[in-house]
């Protein structure tokens, strides 16, 4: 697991469209206030709206009102969700859960392991061993500051594996209740939880050898982002909740394959590092595959329910785990802001790779087609879903235009991960 946050942030909360269709151009703006390559905590709400009469005092109060009666009806909504027709679904689930998405785990004598790609002692030798090292950290002295500090990000959230099973084992019918419950939803989340562990493990292997990271900077991020935790819409609701991981690890295996391809021999040219970000993000894609399938599965036994789980989600948008990211000098949401500008700068992850998961899962669980079944709120879900991608687009669209005008001039971002280096961004 690792990002998935939304990227653009409207000022305004979209109207759902009627149709399918592309919205209009003006429709497709959204709004006058985006901040394309950073990240904020606010909702799809309208902040510089004006009236007549009211002045600012009159508008906030009303802002607040609305948010809080949202709250309130957003509650209700997921809440509806643990009714016991809705989780029956998923009980009637788990034989196929055991034919379709245990399969996708790797036996443990199968797979991969961290010291399969970095230096082995035990292995090399003392002499083996140290000229390895020497060639790693040749190597990562290529890497320039911008990929390593979207590495070091990366690694974070790996390593903050034990937030991840605790979320899904909050999940209705589906969780682990005991620890080692024998059903297959629970032999599912341990499986997924142990190849994940890998990851974390690898990333900061490479990290501490090569020489090029305050490492007690990193531990000192991930112990803050493990005790801080992570905040998931609908807590307890197996519909929203695989719709939030499938979108999370398609990401995931996006941000890594990136990483490899920007390190590897067409980039920065450190082949070791390449190979351990292309191998997690294959592993990525396996559990990507795994929960896809899961809420396919939702979408064809409830598809009314299935649709507005995923158009809940989405307005409150698919924020990344380490949205309480803190390097222990700035807010959580600050830091986390300026993360996200280097990552869309750096090319690791970016608007663009957001819209294009969230238009690879509406054509996966055929959201375009869906027809029978669907009530009036569903056939609005389905409506909003479908016009989101365009708006997103255009939204990219004008925040590029308005940063060409603005010809912003690059802030220097001193990052402590990289002893107090500094990245220059363009922030919004």
Known sequence: MIMASAFYSPSCKPSAPGTCKPPTAAAAGGGNGIHALAITR??????????????????????????????????????????PERLEVLRQLEPWVEEHVLPLLMPVEASWQPSDLLPDPAALGSDGFHAACLELRAAAAEVPDDLLVCLVANAVTEEALPTYPSGLNRLEVVRDATGADATAWARWIRGWSA??????????????????????????????????????????????????VAFQERATAIAHGNTAR????????????????????????????????????LFD???????????????????????????????GGDFYARFIAIAQQAGTYTVSDYRGILEHLIRQWGVEELQAGLTGEGRRARDYLCALPYKIKRMEEKAHDRAVKAQKKPTPIPINWIFDRTIPVILP
């Open 42 to 83: 606010s909702n799809w709400r309208c902040r510089n709206m004006a009236t007549a009469s009211g002045g600012e005092t009159t508008v906030a109060a009303a802002g607040r009102r609305r948010e809080k009666k949202d709250v309130v009806e957003g509650e209700e909504e997921w809440r509806s969700y643990l009714a």
């Open 195 to 244: 190849e994940e562990n890998r990851h974390g493990d690898v990333l900061n292997r490479y990290m501490h050898l090569s020489g090029r990271l305050d490492m007690r900077e990193v531990e000192r991020t991930v112990q803050r982002l493990i005790r801080d935790g992570m905040v998931v819409h609908a807590p307890a609701s197996p519909f929203h909740g695989f719709v939030y």
């Open 262 to 297: 920007l390190v590897g021999a067409r980039g920065a040219g450190d082949a070791a590092l390449a190979r351990i970000c292309g191998t997690v993000a294959a592993d990525e894609k396996r559990h990507e595959a795994a929960y896809t399938r899961v809420v396919g599965k």
């Open 301 to 331: 036994a409830d598809p009314d329910a299935a649709v507005r789980a995923m158009a809940y989600m989405l307005r409150r948008r698919i924020d990344m785990p380490t949205a309480f990211i803190n390097d222990g000098r700035h807010s």
